[in-house]
């Protein structure tokens, strides 16, 4: 399963579930210099992701996964999500943990 189709799955779970946020972590190659890596971080609500470390496109046809992206691991948070006061259920976990939709239950 490729990252893209691994992020699809977990948008689709994550339709059923305005309660539940889900943060994937990990890195990317750096913008500004290539031999640096910087953290990444998306976020999974309703449906959508969208990167809060990274430009995402506006156009939702595009990719929201930089090129060399590596996900290391997943929190499900509470949602709606409020930055300030995360309320984290479960993780950090392997992102793949969350591709069964009983976890988002947790």
Known sequence: ??????????????????DRVLRLLGTVP????PTRIDPFELVVYR?????????TAFDPDEAVLPQGVVLTAAELLQGPLNP???VVLLGPE???TFLSPERWDD
């Open 30 to 33: 750096s913008l500004e210099d």
């Open 47 to 55: 449906g959508f992701s969208s990167s809060t470390t990274h430009p």
């Open 94 to 96: 392997p992102v793949t």
């Open 84 to 86: 300030a006061h995360a």
């Open 1 to 18: 399963m490729t990252l893209a189709d691994m992020l699809l799955a977990l948008e689709t779970i994550s339709r059923d579930r305005p």
